[in-house]
């Protein structure tokens, strides 16, 4: 390779650096303005003209917001409704969306619209229904009706997700693995599930923040403050009485972290094209 | 394991169906027929909320699905850094949609805002902007915090997309003297047709549905001027002196048919064959 190609190819990757730099901190910069603001004291909130940074550091905020008996409700809450029902999701959606990206059945078009159907309608639509329901059967207020819900509007996208991913892993692999003599059930377990991983896991994801972030339920089914998910309850701290920016956007950092960790965690399974080598 | 699965969701899928059509012929209890119809029609907020929502939708989509393209393509290429850049887009995406709607209300405020602040410093407005007040700039104010908390997920089905691209086909389109741009075109894209047919109505259904956004920024202001469908509707049936579930569930019904028809048209233009899966 000669010098002036091996040159070109520096300045590229130090041109798609800068790029890749600006655009976090383009993407970063609201949430410098969240985390300054969550570790400003009260007579900061109120300046102008504004900063970005606090002048006297407060740290004290978060840990206020944690021993917040309120806030340690509203956690348990996210908790319990956002693993509980990812955990439906996955368990339901998996099986679901291989069977129909690699059998045909009656009623598939049919089914397969019915999963596209079911996911455009909107929860807003739905809230009045879902409360009736859920009232009938004596679980408002309940952390199992948040949980019912979220799983039922997941379900959908985690399907969909699954089977466009199936569908892409070539029927070869699958039968190469029957000519060794992998039964179905073996097959399903020891070859498409590892190649689908990222699939998985993609749908895992996708349950488990929109659990986690679902709002627009748990504002209308929740009315006890004591067993509200996090992102209802936290908006108790800025009301039109009421302006604790720094504790409102304190315990969003504290809501926001375990995602972003578990994102980052898994990130590098969301694109792992497992297909590409499986095929000569 | 797999007869269960094709019993278990389709009752759940049946559960859920019954739940939504309960919602609705419970709410119309009375049996008021197409009354309730009828008189959405008569409003007057119908014809701003419509467009409104046209606009939300289309601006966005449009925006998010265009950079995104630009964004997977970049972090497609190996560079330094290039996994922070992807844990720096993860963060709009995993916070919650009414955190950041709590926080461009905190950054777009009139007086305190870091927005005006900066705009002012940089000498790019003459006089503080009343960013959520004032009728000119609310929307582009709201559509623009769309677009920003859709751009990760679009990027990241795209990447995802381009990722299983497998590295050959780029080498055949080589050998045969393709060039960078034509390869692109004629490669890249319609390999990548599944992932941006999927990015596309997903955030269609998704901008349309969105809820927290127009709700917390468009707080402020009185009427339904700068209102969603999805707002209006739920604004009729529980915070506005109507307080009309009937009249609600009409707007709820006809939003589900808006999104069904679009998404149809979308399917048929881009001639999703089904037969293929």
């Known amino acids: 390779m000669s010098a002036a190609r091996s040159g070109r190819r520096a300045a590229r990757r130090v041109a798609l650096a800068a790029a890749g730099l600006a655009l976090a901190l383009i993407v970063l910069a609201p949430y410098a ?9 009260e007579a900061e909130l109120r300046m102008t003209p504004p900063r970005l940074t606090p002048i006297a550091w407060r740290p004290a905020n978060v ?3 944690l021993r917040d008996p309120s806030f340690q409700g509203w956690l348990y809450a996210s908790l319990v409704v956002a693993l509980t029902s990812t955990l439906i999701v996955v368990l339901a959606a998996t099986p679901a969306a291989y069977y129909t990206a690699r059998h045909r059945f009656p009623g598939r078009s049919a089914f397969l619209l019915v999963v596209l159907v079911t996911q455009m309608f909107s929860p807003t639509a739905l809230v009045v229904g879902l409360y009736r329901q859920f009232f009938d059967l004596g679980l408002v207020d309940t952390y199992a009706a948040l949980i019912l819900t979220n799983a039922a509007f997941n379900l959908a996208f985690a399907i969909w997700i699954l089977r466009a991913f199936f569908a892409s892993i070539p029927r070869e692999i699958e039968e190469a693995a029957a000519v060794d003599g992998c ?12 190649l689908s991983l990222p699939a998985i896991v993609t749908a895992v994801i996708f349950a488990f923040i929109a659990a986690w972030n679902e709002y627009i339920v748990a504002l209308t089914l929740m009315a006890d403050p004591a ?21 409102l956007f304190a315990a969003s950092v504290i809501a926001i972290v375990p995602v972003v960790v578990l994102f980052a965690t898994i990130e590098r399974h969301l694109v792992g094209g497992l297909t590409a080598g499986s095929v000569k | 394991m797999l007869i269960a699965a094709v019993v278990v969701y389709p009752a759940v899928a049946l559960s859920r169906a019954s739940l939504s059509r309960y919602s609705i012929t419970g709410l119309r209890q009375g049996s008021v027929g197409a009354a309730n119809y009828a008189r959405l029609l008569e409003q007057e907020a119908l014809p701003t909320v419509v467009a409104n929502t046209v606009l939300w939708v289309a601006a966005i ?7 995104s393209l630009g964004l997977a393509q970049l972090l497609n290429e190996d ?5 922070l850049v992807r844990w720096a887009l993860i963060v709009p995406w995993a916070a919650s949609v009414i955190v950041t709607s709590k926080l461009f209300v905190w950054i777009y405020d009139y007086y305190f805002g870091l927005l005006n602040h900066a705009l002012l410093s940089l000498r790019l407005v003459a006089a503080p902007v009343d960013w959520l007040g004032n009728d000119a700039t609310v929307m582009p104010a709201m ?4 677009i920003y908390v859709s751009l990760p997920f679009t990027t990241y089905v795209l990447l995802a997309g381009l990722s299983a691209i497998p590295g050959e086909v780029y080498e055949a389109a080589r050998v045969d003297g393709a060039s960078a741009w034509r390869a692109y075109r004629s490669v890249t894209l319609p390999l990548l047709r599944p992932a941006l047919l999927v990015a596309v109505v997903l955030n269609v259904i998704y901008i349309f549905n969105s809820f927290p956004i127009v709700w917390t920024l468009n707080d402020r202001n009185p009427g339904f001027a700068h209102d969603t469908m999805i707002t209006y509707m739920y604004k009729i049936a529980f915070k506005s002196s109507l307080r009309d579930i009937g009249l609600a569930a009409a707007l709820g019904v006809v939003n589900v048919l808006v999104i069904l028809l679009a998404v149809v048209l979308y399917l048929r233009t881009t001639s999703w064959r089904e037969a293929e899966a």
């Open chain 1, 33 to 41: 303005v969240m985390v300054c603001t969550a570790l400003k004291p």
């Open chain 1, 63 to 65: 840990l206020e917001v």
């Open chain 1, 183 to 194: 039964g179905r059930v073996r097959t399903l377990v020891q070859v498409v599930l590892p």
């Open chain 1, 227 to 247: 067993r509200k998910p996090l992102t209802v309850g936290i908006t108790a701290y800025v009301t039109a009485y009421v302006q604790h920016w720094n504790h």
């Open chain 2, 61 to 67: 989509v449009l925006v998010t699905v265009g950079v």
């Open chain 2, 79 to 83: 560079f330094p850094g290039r996994r």
């Open chain 2, 143 to 146: 559509i623009a915090v769309g």
